[in-house]
């Protein structure tokens, strides 16, 4: 479902992506773990047509990004790191834009999304403001949004960031009864080793921008004589803490945490 | 079309559930034309060239555009910073699409705004000419185009906020100030009259002024073709930038 062969990113002098090949199989759930600014969220963006790959090969279902965005981007849904619905509109109008944008005829929209909104458990605040809901709510309306255009391939990037046991363990739930369900490949990015652990069939690990191991998590823990995920990803990746630079989008969201209260 | 609609909509709803701040956005037009138009009033009258009140109330509801329409291209730098762009930029639309449905509802609400500030300035003691009002109109919603496509442009260029302030003092506040809002075109120093004449919003504010009151430095059809002329230019800018932006 996913090919990539030799992905390179290069950002000046910095090589946020070197050399990246991997494949991720229909129906899958694949985890794609590293340290902060290892080059998974890089990866996730060339993947999703929002950066263009300095140079290597990728497909998503057959179809290159580059040459047929439109059609790749109809293929998968995606749950950013940030939180990218619109808190000025209701829980229901967010994913009927999202309905409308991927051309979603109107009588399985509105089918989907009372499906989707039910099975979150957002049925009954579908009315409410986005900005009402807690972290919670909506990174659930977000993964409703990413499943509601039926798409091939699903991507998940840090979705239970910050979030408590009860919602990550609940969010996962949905998630795998629906990539049972809808046959949905799921590509996901996270810190929680015992997560990948749980919900991935195969697990590639990242370290600056190139990929240390791939298998299962078995396999992992066999490759590097580890009993547990996280010795495991430890062994392969040091204990180096990795500090990124802030940027300005850093800088706002501080400055608007600083002004909310 | 469907996504530039769905995308207009948005802006369009946001506007409207934001009251309060509508109404503080009346409050910088009503200050101007209540504090300038009664305390410049009497200067003037006494210079000969009648009403202040009447001059610079088609001003002020230009100012109520330029701000409006310039504000909602801000609002891109917000959706940017905090996400919901990224949402649109990884549906399945070209992105031209995109920029028209948040441009054309920049227009739209940078229109209404406009009429709201209309309303109030006749509550206020303005009376405008009620013959002319659908020409007056045309003035209102070419001037919002044009700043509503200056503003896409301003939002896919801008990294941070400080960058909003250095547009407000250099490039909205000269645009107002230079635009004969304040103040008549007629016997201007040269350099000043050249630099009024460079201000698509001087056009604007001419043309509405010719609408609503009869009085006015350039012909209609002048005006007409200016902001037609500067609009595409600023649209085909906004839709360049956008297209540029990176996340």
Redesign the interface.
Known sequence: MIHVENLVKTYGEVKAVDGVSFDVKAGEVFAFLGPNGAGKTTTI?ML????RPTSGRMTLDGLDPGARP??V??RFG?V?Q?????G??TAY?NL???G????VPRKVRVERIEMLMKLFELWDRRDSFVKTFSGGMKRRLEIARGFLHTPKILFLDEPTLGLDPQSRNQLWTHVRSLNESEHVTVFLTTHYMDEAERVAQRIAIIDHGRIVAQGTADELKQQTGTDSLEAAFLALTGSTIRDERAD??D???Q??KMWRR | M??IY??WL?EV??YL??RPQIIASLAQPLLYLLVLGFGLGPVFQQSGQGSYLQFIAPGVIGMGILFTSIFSGIGLLWDR??????????????RIQIMAGRTLGGATIAMIQGMLVLLVCVIAGFRPQLALIPLALLFMMLTAIVFAGLGTAIGSSL???QGFQFIMNFLVMPIFFLSGALFPLANLPAVLAAATRLDPLTYGIDGLRGALIGTSQFAPATDVAVLAVVASGFLALGAWSFSKI??
């Not at chain 1, 409308?100 to 051309?103: K, N, T």
């Open positions: 963006q999703t047509t929002l950066v439109l059609d981007r109809r995606i950013f940030d939180p990218s619905l619109d000025e509109l109008e009927e834009l999202h409308v944008l991927y051309h300005a989008a800088q706002m969201r400055m608007v | 469907t996504a769905i995308l948005r709803k946001r559930r934001s910073q905090f996400g919901f762009l990224k949402e649109t930029l990884v549906a399945p639309v070209p990294k941070d906020m990176q996340i």
